[in-house]
């Protein structure tokens, strides 16, 4: 069953009806205009917006017209009805398909097999809502994607039936403990776009092999689980763009074992993704043991809260993965990393950022504060690079918090790092700002530490390395002895204090 065409055209925002006078200015769905001149002409100068607004006008008429409405197949969208069947129904018939503002309640997943349905995405506007009811995803996406990215391994049937699955303007919700919202095993290039997934175990669960996902827009909302869960998944080139997530008892973006690249999580705000009485987990969590994950871009997003939650963190990687094997050649427990953290803003965890077994990890252009153990927390890595970052403390905060936060940053057995340009302004209780404590070939240079308490920097156990250009200083009038440099055990090192 189709909808009618005349059904799917945006109104005008006109208000020239019959008896009704030409109003000056005129806007059809936003774009383009008429403006009429004083002698009652209308300029042509206007004419290419309205061939615009018309072709818009006529694309999505046409858009609509094709897609099938759920009511038209029996759904009832009042939220008591079960119109799990009409749904599934559509599903299996592939295509647009719409939903139209209503409630619709599922027990069952609706399972949408794309190698026979063919090209599906499922529409709303926004008002739709899908509640599950039962365990489960509410649409479980199942392609036959098993290739790569290059075009060379796509199989006939993916590119002619299953490529670009998309999910747009819907909101999905919870009624069950175990309700999930999307989850997709072999898809090609899943789009999910201005989709509110809230009060659910995971938002958006992603399973088996999975290639080119993108997810914009989209609000991920107080989960018991996890709002974009990587769980064991082969996915290579995934984006995160311009997305709440926020309140999700097991984390944020979580992505545990299997192999993960070319991740990209950008202008997102993350906020609050762990509960004191769930275990340990992050904002961020990027876990290769039993896998591993690299080739990771976090820029430019606002990344915070909440200090209550026993070993949280805002960004929190860790390993070192599994045995890997590539071309007759076996390495061991390999680090893995070649990530790059810039441009955040982060607070109010106990760390806001923690490595653990990585490599080639790059944090530069983030402002840092309340980290209430530590800001950066680094052990058992190489290749490190911290550029400028700020390191600051929130005044304004600390008027009503029980807590001070104690902030400051600490290297452990790591090699090879360096640290430039940092900015660390009154670390509390550690004893020192900057930490380094069995590591090898560190270099530190030209870093600004003020107003800290016992020490600006401390090498303990740290061999060849190079420390040079600081500037270390407390002016505090009332303050504990300060050091700007303490160093305990190692040796070959050089120091320009």
């Known amino acids: 069953m189709k909808r009618a065409a005349s059904q799917g055209a945006p109104p005008s925002s006109c208000g020239n009806r019959a008896g009704r006078g030409a109003p000056s200015s005129c806007r059809v769905a936003g774009v383009g205009a008429l403006r009429a001149s004083g002698d009652g002409r209308t300029r042509t100068a206007a004419l290419p917006g309205l061939l615009r607004c018309a072709l818009l006008l006529v694309t999505l008429g046409a858009h609509l017209a094709l897609a099938t409405d759920v009511r038209?197949?029996?759904?009832?969208?009042?939220?008591?009805?079960?119109?799990?069947?009409?749904?599934?129904?559509a599903a299996d018939a592939g295509g647009a398909i719409h939903f139209p503002s209503g409630t619709y309640r599922l027990t069952q997943t609706i399972v949408i097999t794309l190698d026979a349905a063919g090209f599906t995405s499922l529409i709303g506007d926004g008002t739709a809502r899908i509640v599950m009811a039962g365990a489960g995803p509410a649409f479980r996406l199942v392609g036959t994607h098993g290739g790569t990215a290059d075009p060379k391994s796509l199989k006939p049937e993916v590119t002619a039936r299953q490529r670009m699955p998309m999910v747009d303007g819907l909101e999905i919700v919870g009624a069950h403990a175990e309700a999930d919202g999307v989850e997709a095993t072999g898809t090609l290039q899943l789009t999910l776009t201005r989709t509110r997934f809230n009060g659910l175990r995971h938002g958006l669960h992603l399973t088996g092999r999975n290639r080119n996902l993108l997810v914009s827009e989209c609000h991920f909302y107080h989960q018991t689980g996890i709002g974009i869960f990587y769980d064991a998944v082969n996915l290579h080139q995934s984006n995160i763009t311009g997305c709440h997530i926020s309140y999700c008892a097991g984390g944020g973006v979580v992505s545990r074992g299997g192999e993960v690249r070319n991740l990209h999580i950008a202008g997102s705000d993350i906020e609050s993704c762990m509960t004191p009485d769930a275990p340990e987990t992050a904002n961020v969590l990027l876990d290769s043991r039993g896998g591993s994950i690299a080739e990771v871009a976090i820029t430019g997003c606002t990344i915070q809260h909440n200090s209550l939650s026993p070993g949280s963190a805002n960004i929190r990687v860790l390993g070192p993965g599994a045995d890997w094997i590539a071309g007759g050649r076996e390495r061991?427990?390999?680090?893995?990393g070649h990530i790059t953290i810039t441009g955040n803003v982060l607070s109010d965890v106990r760390v806001n950022i923690h490595l653990r077994q990585a490599r080639g990890v790059v944090i530069s252009g983030n402002t840092f504060w309340e980290g209430f153990d530590r800001d950066l927390l680094v052990e058992e890595c190489r290749n490190?690079?911290?550029?400028?970052?700020?390191?600051?403390?929130?005044?304004?905060?600390?008027?009503?918090?029980?807590?001070?936060?104690?902030?400051?940053?600490?290297?452990?057995?790591?090699?090879?790092?360096?640290?430039?340009?940092?900015?660390?302004?009154?670390?509390r209780e550690h004893p020192a700002a900057i930490v380094i404590e069995d590591s090898r070939r560190m270099h530190l240079a030209d870093c600004t530490v003020l107003d800290s308490d016992h020490a600006g920097l401390l090498l303990k156990d740290v061999r060849a390395s190079w420390v040079h250009g600081c500037f270390l200083r407390d002016d505090r009038a009332e303050k504990p002895a300060f050091e700007p440099i303490v160093e305990t055990g190692g040796g070959g090192n050089r120091v320009d204090r």
């Open 332 to 336: 061991k427990r390999p680090q893995w």
């Open 384 to 427: 490190v690079v911290v550029g400028a970052n700020n390191f600051e403390r929130n005044p304004g905060y600390e008027l009503w918090q029980k807590e001070r936060p104690k902030q400051g940053v600490l290297f452990r057995g790591c090699d090879d790092c360096t640290l430039t340009g940092l900015h660390l302004l009154g670390v």
């Open 72 to 89: 038209e197949l029996g759904a009832v969208g009042d939220g008591r009805a079960d119109d799990t069947a009409a749904i599934q129904k």
